[in-house]
């Protein structure tokens, strides 16, 4: 398809034909999810499934000022790899100017060219 060598590394077809690895789909699609509850858009079952930081504390501080959320308490690699941790540990990681995209479609592209890089 790319007429590349049987040994050659793939990363660079990744980035030439602007494709996902599959495990950074993964993270792709927990921050769509993460995205969609932080705007509402998603069931009404889903609504106490995140924790602001700043909705578990009264003061202001430069984590809740980044719109981040709070990380569930986790014992065990289980936990560490259910969704709300997950997420909200991945939402955290994200950049500030990818989380304040006005629309779904914004935040996909500028996601897409952040996992990309």
Not at 95 to 101: C, R, S, T
Request: charged fraction near 25%; charge should be positive; include cysteine.
């Amino acid at each position: 398809m790319s007429f590349s060598g049987f040994k050659d590394h793939t990363n660079s077809l990744f980035i030439k034909y602007q494709l996902i690895k599959f495990f950074d789909l993964v993270h792709y699609q927990t921050a769509i999810f993460v995205y969609n509850f932080k705007k509402g858009n998603l069931p009404k079952l889903f609504d106490n499934f995140f924790e602001s930081v700043c909705e578990k504390h009264n003061y202001r501080t430069r984590f809740a000022s980044r719109l981040s959320l709070s990380l569930p308490k986790a014992r065990t690699n289980y936990g560490k790899f259910n969704i709300r941790f997950a997420g909200a540990r991945l939402w955290n990681s994200v950049d500030e100017k990818i989380k304040m995209a006005s629309s779904i479609s914004q935040f996909k592209k500028h996601l897409k060219e952040a996992i990309i890089k």
